[in-house]
């Protein structure tokens, strides 16, 4: 929990969403995943895929 969500946008001049993952609900740190979305502090589930990244947060902070 805590590593951060980045879905790049598919369209020119749309900003890219980001969030931070609440909560962990598959095997071994995997999908789904819980997240609270920057722009407006909305929480849903989130299966990642294509453009999308999942940056880790340091281990320890």
């Given at each position: 929990m805590g590593d951060r969500i980045v879905v790049r946008s598919t369209h020119?001049?749309?900003?890219?969403?980001?969030g931070r993952v609440t909560e962990v609900r598959?095997?071994?740190?995997?999908?789904?995943y819980v997240v609270?979305?920057?722009?407006?502090?909305h929480t849903g589930v989130f299966y990642p895929a294509g453009s999308c990244t999942v940056e880790h947060e340091p281990a320890g902070t």
């Open positions: 020119q001049g749309e900003p890219d969403r980001t598959g095997e071994a740190g995997g999908p789904p609270q979305w920057d722009a407006d502090g």
